[in-house]
């Protein structure tokens, strides 16, 4: 009876892989992420895909052998998961390559010592194929290895020729099978009885190229590349049926298993099929987050979104109710992380990804699987594509799902009446478009129609229920909007304070039943509060009843610069002008900005003292009175108005008795003690009789103390000074640099001219005149001019034309000409070298005989002093 091989653990298959080829020189590299540099493939989908540019020849390896232990992920074939032995979507690929290195003989001799030594399988249960027309490889595997021929099969292209395209780098294959039942004997091998023999070992021989016409040509650079399937492996040396029994995966079925209260051993194929469904999808949602992917409904965020739904499914088939997914998670996580450690650095974030995307799922899963049980209830010969549309579009039930609870019930899904009714639903969202504008800025008055106005009770509750009234993505109304959209929403009252005064709009959050949605800013249109935001969990429903929760934090600071604003107001009226008024404002959480009309601009003096009248009236601690009246109420007590503003017949009128009194909409501290300190920040001209204060108030000033105090500690510690002596150190910088500056000017004034001297030599004769052109290099503008006018009045009658770069990307010229060139000829400097010096992209002039000019283009230097020569050359004969 044939010998069965040693049993050893996928960690320890991986490991001695990997030692085996580091002992013969192989660099020994970690696992690329599933997310490739190769913009051709969404995701990692083989072992040698990370080398991919050194066998194309795009890039030069930093090795001449390497090895590796690879994560891939294919879904080509996610049907065939769970139902077969060994398909898999996240899967393994131990790899050896070597880059124009050591070929054939080596790569077939090591993966046999690999597989019969270090491996221990028999022999004898080992059988081969290489390509039909390969009898380099078939010999070797005879003669070298000792294989007899009849275990050795020759197979057609399409399963042993590799090829990256039409073109290119490719070569035959060699691959290795092993036999679980050899008593069946060698007559009649059939190596696609995969219920007999599994291919575990890929090579990969690298050794033509092929052109445009399929013609082959040897490589110079020969190449190998080999795949051994971990999970196969594991199945063959732990001698278990199927590569989920492995311990690679079965933990996590086991884990599914507890949760649903079933034993695995015990259950029928269809519920053994769900449980390998959901460990081999959960390795592979845990590998793809933890590289950074997240779900949505595009690319690789969709093969994510479409595993985790699955295991959800599949969860739900085996009877579990509630959400798993981060337990069984947990277990991948545990026996992956010794090999990929940032399965666990990554814990907290799969973990949420996982949570968030179940519970928005199930959901789902209630309501579409309650009418998908109503309609395979009446035992329908297909399923119409009004329904399966029906369950997309209004349930949020995916198509895939669709067709795969229908499948197993033997009943397909009408894809072409799908598709009709889908096309429908576009012609309606273009015809909606065209006759009902519904985006943000400019048509919600339409929906006044249909819905009242947003009630603001912000002022004195900081939360509140709301129901959704209308939510819009990128415009167009919609009726639901899932994890990660963008989302505009219409509340019929919000404790959020929308963007008006000045003062921005409130952040803060809106949840639910496993929903939250993160709001960043709250505009106002119309009767309407406009809430921008983002879905981060769950599904959030048109008419939904939410809890509207306002960033208290932020909703201080906003105060605290709000009221810091009505203060400063005061101030300036007090300490400078009565008849300042405000031209303008903002209010942030971080600062104020304030506007005012002044014809000058305010003295240190002045901005010490308003400072500090502001801080004093802080200390003070004077309440707030807050009423809404009349206007012409207000205006008579002495309320102040924002010139031009425009203001109901009743306002609300913010009033600090003694202090300041305006009329505003905005938030505000209900005694100034609130603030806690003011700072200005700055004061400058905005415009024609406009001047800005910008300015901190209440916590942001400690943020902006702590920066100026970071900047002061750096300043001390590179000039070795104490703070105080900051400003006297900086002026003696200041005087070095401008004396060096001088001196640099002088020595590089010499340069230029020695440089011109030696150009007098090059001057060609036209005639009476001398005409010379040159680059000088990196000379400054200010001595190029020197050299030109130096050089014309050593060559006489001549005219000179100088160009040089003297900084990245700029140019400069200069053109001096003698008095008898611009008489007789006609030709002015200023003129001359303007057009030279369009052709870099510039321009310029000056007087007749001495002109600069500049350009942007260095690159075109060259071509515009040659033309200089030639027009010159020209003008003057």
Same mark, same amino acid.
């Given at each position: ?211 445009? !016409? ?88 969709y093969i994510l979104r479409r595993l985790i739904r699955r295991v959800v499914r599949h969860g739900r088939l085996i009877g579990i109710q509630g959400e798993f997914t981060t337990q069984v998670a947990e277990t991948a996580i545990a026996l992956a992380e010794d090999a990929y450690p ?50 997309? !579009? ?362 011109? !001297? ?105 071509e515009a002093l040659d033309t200089a020569k030639r027009q010159l050359i020209e003008q003057l004969q």
């Amino acid at each position: 009876m044939p010998k069965s091989p040693k049993s050893l653990s996928g960690n320890q298959i991986r490991q001695k892989f990997l030692d085996f080829h580091e002992k013969r020189q192989h660099q020994v590299l970690p696992s690329a992420s599933l997310v490739p540099e190769d913009p051709t493939v969404l995701l990692t989908i083989a072992g040698m895909l990370p080398f991919k540019p050194i066998f194309l020849g795009q890039r030069q390896s930093d090795f001449a052998r390497a090895t590796t232990s690879q994560k891939c992920l294919r879904t080509n074939d996610i049907e065939n998961v769970g139902r077969t032995a060994r398909h898999h979507t996240f899967f393994e690929m131990l790899g050896n390559f070597s880059f124009g290195d050591y070929f054939k003989e080596q790569a077939i001799a090591w993966a046999w010592e690999l597989s019969t030594q270090v491996f221990a399988l028999p022999p004898e249960r080992l059988i081969v194929s290489v390509f039909r027309e390969d009898d380099e490889a078939f010999a070797i595997w005879r003669d070298k290895i000792g294989i007899p021929a009849h275990r050795i099969q020759r197979m057609g292209e399409e399963d042993n020729f590799w090829a990256s395209g039409s073109t290119g780098p490719c070569g035959p294959c060699s691959e290795l099978y092993y036999d679980f039942h050899p008593e069946k004997g060698d007559k009649d091998i059939d190596l696609e009885d995969d219920t007999r023999f599994i291919e575990y070992y890929n090579l990969v021989f690298m050794q033509y190229n092929r052109d445009a !016409d399929g013609n082959l040509t040897p490589l110079q650079n020969k190449n190998i590349d080999t795949g051994l399937g971990l999970e196969r492996m594991a199945q063959i040396l732990q001698q278990v049926p199927n590569n989920y029994e492995t311990d690679l995966i079965f933990p996590i079925i086991k884990t599914a298993a507890e949760i649903a209260g079933i034993d695995y051993a015990k259950s029928d194929e269809k519920t053994k099929v769900s449980l390998k469904v959901i460990g081999d999808h959960i390795r592979a949602v845990v590998h793809l987050i933890a590289d950074g992917v997240t779900a949505s409904n595009i690319g690789r965020g969709y093969i994510l979104r479409r595993l985790i739904r699955r295991v959800v499914r599949h969860g739900r088939l085996i009877g579990i109710q509630g959400e798993f997914t981060t337990q069984v998670a947990e277990t991948a996580i545990a026996l992956a992380e010794d090999a990929y450690p940032n399965v666990r650095e990554r814990n907290n974030s799969i973990q949420a990804e996982l949570q968030r995307e179940e519970s928005q799922f199930l959901k789902t899963l209630e309501r579409g699987e309650k009418l998908l049980a109503d309609i395979l209830a009446q035992k329908p010969d297909l399923i119409s594509g009004t329904d399966a549309f029906t369950l997309y !579009d209004t349930y949020g039930f995916p198509l895939e799902l669709t067709q795969e609870i229908a499948e197993e019930q033997g009943i397909p899904v009408d894809l072409a009446g799908f598709e009709v009714e889908m096309e429908k639903q576009r012609q309606r969202a273009r015809d909606a478009h065209e006759t009902i504008d519904l985006t943000v800025q400019g048509s919600l008055d339409k929906l006044a129609e249909h819905i009242h106005g947003t009630t603001f009770l912000g002022y004195s509750e900081p939360q509140s229920t709301a129901k959704i009234e209308a939510l819009l993505v990128e415009g167009q109304a919609v009726e639901s909007a899932s994890s990660g959209t963008e989302i505009q929403i219409i509340l019929d009252q919000t404790p959020f304070y929308a963007e008006s005064g000045g003062q921005i709009g409130d952040r803060g959050y809106l949840s639910g039943d496993n929903l939250v949605v993160r709001i960043e800013d709250v505009k106002k249109e119309s009767d309407f509060f406009i809430h921008f935001g983002r879905v981060e969990r769950g599904t959030l429903n048109l008419g939904d009843t939410v809890t509207a929760q306002i960033d208290r934090a932020c909703r201080r600071r906003a105060q605290a610069n709000h009221t810091a604003t009505h203060l400063l107001q005061a101030a300036l009226k007090k300490i400078v002008d009565p008849s300042i008024s405000q031209a303008g404002s903002l209010v942030a959480f971080d600062r104020l900005r304030f506007d005012f009309n002044c014809s000058r601009s305010l003295t240190s003096e002045e901005l010490v003292q308003i400072e500090e009248q502001i801080n004093t009236w802080i200390a003070e601690a004077h309440g707030a009175d807050v009423a809404i009246m009349p206007l012409t109420d207000a205006k008579a007590k002495g309320a102040i108005a924002m010139f031009g503003e425009k203001y109901a017949s009743e306002v609300r009128v913010i009033d600090f008795p003694g202090v300041s009194m305006e009329l505003c909409g905005g938030t505000h501290v209900n005694n100034t003690a609130e603030i806690g300190v003011f700072k200005i920040v700055s004061e400058t001209g905005v415009a024609s009789g406009i001047r800005r204060i910008e300015a901190v108030a209440g916590p942001a000033v400690l943020d902006y103390l702590n920066l100026r105090d970071k900047v002061v500690k750096e300043l001390c510690d590179r000039f070795k000074v104490k703070p105080e002596e900051i400003p006297e150190r900086i002026t003696t910088i200041q005087n070095e640099l401008k004396a060096s500056q001088k001196q640099l000017d002088a020595v590089k004034q010499e340069l230029a001219l020695a440089k011109s !001297d030696q150009l007098l030599s090059q001057a060609e004769s036209v005639g009476e005149f001398k005409v010379l052109v040159a680059n000088l290099g990196d000379i400054e503008p200010d001595a190029l001019k020197t050299a030109a006018e130096r050089l014309q009045q050593k060559l006489g009658e001549s005219a000179v034309i100088l160009g040089s770069v003297p900084t990245e990307g700029k140019v400069s010229l200069v053109a001096a000409f003698s008095a008898k060139i611009h008489k007789d000829k006609q030709l002015q400097a200023g003129k001359f070298i303007g057009g030279i010096a369009k052709l870099c992209g510039g321009g310029g002039g000056g007087r007749p005989n001495l002109a600069q000019a500049g350009g942007k283009d260095s690159s075109k230097l060259p071509e515009a002093l040659d033309t200089a020569k030639r027009q010159l050359i020209e003008q003057l004969q």
